[in-house]
């Protein structure tokens, strides 16, 4: 089956410790996403990459560091620079950029709680 | 981007078509007019989208106005399972996709 996974569903960590978050796609999208959404509220957008080895901040990236060296994959680190890091992170895939507007594919996000 | 104007809440009876409308009245030639809807702590999913014309896919149809500054999702024959947020999102090309608060559409039995 194609689409997206995100790994793992849900996921603790302690204030002040880095975690990645795992985003595979096997649709051969070029573009991918990465987005947060805290309870109640639509989702904001925290980098995108257009192509391997190219990524580009979105509107809340402070905190956040991402990598692209597969096609394949677009993991997320949150950092302990990241203020306000619970919430639940949507990964989302979509063809090239270039000939848009694409829909986008999502995954099933990751639940993220820091104490 | 256009903004949106969508209530916030609306519900539907199970079996009957649920019409859920969107205001996008400042919205640009060259915008299409795009719809999710987001379950309960999954991700969103893409459900249609349109220009000018109406559309129609297997999971929904779309109106859009003549003048474009409004839409209408309709799902045909609501389940208990089309409970969920609903975005009714314009875009051009490019990478942003604003999601904002949607309506929460409950279908009740």
């Known amino acids: 089956d194609g689409g997206i996974t995100q790994s793992p569903k849900y996921l603790f960590r302690k204030e002040g410790q880095n975690v990645t978050l795992s985003c595979e796609q096997n649709?051969?999208?070029?573009?991918m996403y990465w987005y947060r959404q805290d309870p109640g509220q639509g989702l904001r957008l925290i980098y995108y990459?257009?192509?391997?080895?190219?990524?580009q901040k979105g509107d809340i990236a402070e905190g956040y560091s991402v990598s692209r060296e597969k096609k394949e994959s677009f993991p997320l680190t949150v950092t302990s620079a990241q203020k306000n890091p619970t919430a639940f992170y949507l990964c989302?895939?979509?063809?090239?950029?270039?000939?848009?507007?694409?829909?986008?594919?999502f995954g099933p996000g990751t639940r993220l709680t820091v104490t | 981007d256009a903004k949106t104007t969508q209530p916030p809440s609306m519900d539907c009876a199970e079996g009957r078509a649920a019409n859920l409308p969107c205001n996008h009245s400042?919205?640009?030639?060259?915008?299409?007019v795009y719809w999710y809807r987001q379950i309960h702590s999954q991700g969103p999913q893409y459900i249609i989208h349109?220009?000018?014309n109406n559309e129609t896919n297997e999971m929904a149809s779309l109106i859009i106005t003549e003048d474009r500054k409004s839409s209408t999702l309709i799902l045909p024959h609501a389940t208990l399972r089309d409970t969920a947020v609903y975005y009714c999102?314009?875009?051009?090309?490019?990478?942003?996709?604003?999601f904002g608060a949607g309506t929460r559409l409950f279908v009740k039995a």
């Open positions: 349109g220009l000018k």
């Open positions: 989302a895939s979509s063809s090239s950029l270039a000939e848009g507007p694409y829909e986008q594919y």
């Open positions: 999102i314009p875009r051009a090309g490019g990478f942003k996709t604003i």
């Open positions: 649709l051969n999208h070029d573009a």
């Open positions: 400042t919205i640009s030639g060259n915008e299409y």
């Open positions: 990459s257009q192509i391997v080895n190219d990524f």
